[in-house]
């Protein structure tokens, strides 16, 4: 295509159909600057057949009218049957939609007229029709276009925006609405920013006085009017926020934690308020807690005390606090204690609050201390009922009437006349004149002794309980020139081996213990021999035998 030139038409035909239509020129069909710039020129140019205006864009696209064209200028002596373009070149405008005519120096000879319709040289489409023009043809659509519509180079129908016309078609005042085929004016609309409203007349925006009524924006608070806008001025517990535009509460407990109460805050609206917990009251500043007297309201069944924040319940004497509340006082059962079996030596009685102990009926009365058992001595108190010939022995729970008579050749030392109360009756020997086998019997004395002791079940020590102690004459530590001893020995009565006899020295002197070694359970009455040997030389020089009457009580006291 080397040394021709080529023009789209279409743009100067739209021109030209709204100028043939009777549309404004300026019909803003989205055409492109260059395209808009032709459309209007060939809709302003009149006549479709007038073509000595049509504009051309130069090289800095921009329309050029004939007599400025320096192209056209060139034709000015050139004779055209239709159009001159530069150079003296003669060419045939063929008014065909989206045709590009090639320009060439060849075809400016072509004068002929040629009914291009008729002899079928027209490259129309099927959905147009064609017509004949003088020097060229139209490609005509088949279908028209209604009013508000513009066809384009295919023979669609495009929706004309009347609303993008330079001279638009709408009243001043108004707003152009553009419709498919039409278009609708409405008045223009004024819209009011945030506190702001239309005036009466509806044209302009004034301030709206936030303030005014009953109420008001600040609900109850001082209200400040504001050019669009307003302020509260929030009562004291409130604080205004500033976006809400709102007086919102202050939360007091949470902004001064620990500083305005002593002990709880509570938040409450427009303030706050102070409690106390449990055993403290509100003191007169509202503020701090004193200790309430929980006694002064008698919460205790018997004593109160009065703690700091609390109070403490107590019992008098034979009472606890119930386990259920810590408030109500409950007996204590002495009696049924661990230890209840050692409170009383007999038998215990339980009482509101308290106890009371009892003793056997016979032999017993009850100590000061209202617990222990006494043995009544009947002996000493001559509530026995021993006859002149018997001795009284005073034993547990009560008194035996004995009568010890000395053996033959032996009398009753130390006796003038009736020995009242004595535990031990003694007999020495008495030998009368030439007798001489009394003479030879190392048995020098026969005693008597009564012992009364209770009941022990159990023995925690191992070496058993000492009940009787033989007391002699002997020094511990006697000459080393003389070889003699003293041997103790449990002659008869020794029941179930319940005792023993051991030497051992005291102050000086030899002296045997015997001991209980196993549990005696009364009543039980029994006589345990002894004998004391003297031994000089391997052999028993004299021996002392002593008779131990012991009576076992049924009680442990």
Known sequence: MNGRKEMCCDCCLLGRAAQEKGLPCDHSLSLGYQCGLVSRACC???APDVKTNTLVPDKDNEALTGKDNPLLNECSNAKCAQECVGNGTCIRLPYYPLLFLFL???LSDINEYIDECESGTHNCAPDFMCQ???GSFRCRPKNQCGDGYIQDALGS?????????????????QSCMNTVGSFTCQRNSVNCGRGYHLNDNGNRCVDIDECKGPDGECA???CINLVGSFRCECKIGF???SISRVCEDINECRHYPGRLCAHKCENAVGSYKCSCTQGFKLASDGRNCDDLNECESSPCSQECANVYGSYQCYCRRGYQLSDRDGINCEDIDECALPTGGHICSYRCHNTPGSFHCNCPATGYTLAPNGRSCQDVDECVTGTHTCSETESCFNVQGGFRCLSFECPPNYRRAGEKARVERSDTVRCVKSCQPNDISCVLDPV??????????PTFREFTRPEGREIVFLRTMSMAHSSPHISSDIVFDILEGNVQNSFDIVKREEHGIIVGVVRQVKPLIGPLNMVLKLAMNYVTSGVVSHRNIVSVHIFVSEFWF
């Open 157 to 173: 129908c495009i929706d004309i925006n009347e609303c993008l016309a330079q001279t638009g078609p709408c009243h001043p005042g």
């Open 220 to 222: 109850g608070h001082g």
């Open 104 to 106: 060439s120096p060849s």
């Open 132 to 134: 004949n023009t003088q």
């Open 44 to 46: 302003d140019d009149g």
């Open 444 to 453: 020098h004395s026969v005693s008597h002794t009564v012992i009364s002791m």
């Open 239 to 241: 604080i205004f926020n």
